[in-house]
């Protein structure tokens, strides 16, 4: 696979098909992968594919000009569909190369699971639903589902479905949806008083670094609400009560954008499940108005196309 996307990168530098190539690169630290953004050809035979491709590459379109090629999970695909829908990126200007994506490792779990940390790893590696983890030499084995990342685990669309080239391979996707929203199922499950008190101490380590707003796709404004002074809708620093104004107004925003990539909550410094708030969402808008992002680049963004008649029920 790695072998086919090098060489279908390289050749849509060389044919002048596209100004730019988005791809993944090994990382300076283990079992890390990094951004490639090149216009040279002879760079490409450094773009990798594995286990260790968090980053959402969608990102990268709203701030490069020209034609450029991007690799594209599932999730990534979705990001760029609903910025077309958005019109931020002109969809002849991008051409996708969709690579298939069997679920990504959550370093953090793995390290939680074997009790070391991962400079003291030798090896990650999963076969069919087996993971197998060397320390020291010495294998240990646990199911794959355990150092999946949770949205990896209730992903619907591991394989991309608006591309220009699609790197074929088969995908063993491990599914386990109860897995995958067990955090937001144990929410859903909390009183409104329980629930309203641990949002309290999550966002009380907020630091407000607004890297979950920096690293999301579906974060496009060219200014953002926070930085606006008149009126000022939050304090500059970071207290609990702006904390989760900050990130409920933010859900609203990405609400028929959010793909569920999970990035907010893996880049946050502080460990705050942000992915409980957005993937709630996500799952709200398909339950009131039967839309899920990124799907189809045609239709129009969720907040933008209404019936003559509310659907019943929707004002609770």
């Given amino acids: 696979m790695e072998t086919e996307l090098c060489n279908e990168a390289g050749r849509l530098l060389e044919e002048g098909a596209v100004d730019y190539v988005i791809g993944f690169a090994a990382g300076s630290l283990k079992f890390t992968t990094t951004p490639l953004i090149t216009s040279d050809k002879n ?75 991962r400079d003291l790893i030798d090896d990650i590696n999963i076969a069919d639903d087996k993971a197998v983890i060397t320390i020291d030499g010495k294998k240990k084995g646990f199911e794959a589902r355990q150092v999946l990342f949770d949205h990896c685990l209730s992903c619907e669309y591991p394989v991309p479905r608006e591309y220009d080239v699609l790197i074929e391979s088969p995908v063993n996707k491990i599914r386990d949806d109860e897995a995958g929203k067990k955090k937001i199922r144990e929410l859903q499950k909390m009183t409104p008083e329980r629930r309203w008190a641990y949002w309290k101490e999550q966002f009380k380590q907020c630091i407000r670094c607004y890297a979950c707003r920096e690293v999301c796709p579906a974060c496009f404004c060219e200014r953002c609400f926070v930085e606006e002074s008149q009126p000022r809708w939050i304090s500059p620093a970071p207290q609990w009560q702006d904390n989760l104004v900050f990130q409920v107004i933010r859900a609203l925003h990405v609400a028929g954008r959010c793909t569920d990539c999970g990035e907010c909550e893996r880049v946050c410094p502080q460990n705050i499940p942000l992915r409980s708030m957005s993937a709630e969402m996500c799952d709200l808008v398909e339950e009131l108005f039967d839309y899920k992002t990124g799907l189809d680049k045609s239709a129009l963004p969720l907040m933008t196309s209404y019936e003559p008649v509310e659907a019943e029920g929707l004002i609770r």
């Fill in 43 to 117: 760079d490409t035979v450094n773009l990798v594919n594995n286990r260790f491709i968090t980053n959402n590459l969608a990102k990268y379109l709203l701030e490069i000009k020209g034609r450029v090629g991007i690799i594209a999970k599932g999730c990534d695909s979705r990001s760029i569909v609903s910025l077309i829908q958005d019109k931020q990126v002109c969809r002849e200007d991008i051409v996708i190369i969709g690579i298939p994506c069997a679920g990504l490792i959550d370093l953090a779990k793995v390290e939680k699971l074997v009790g070391k940390d």
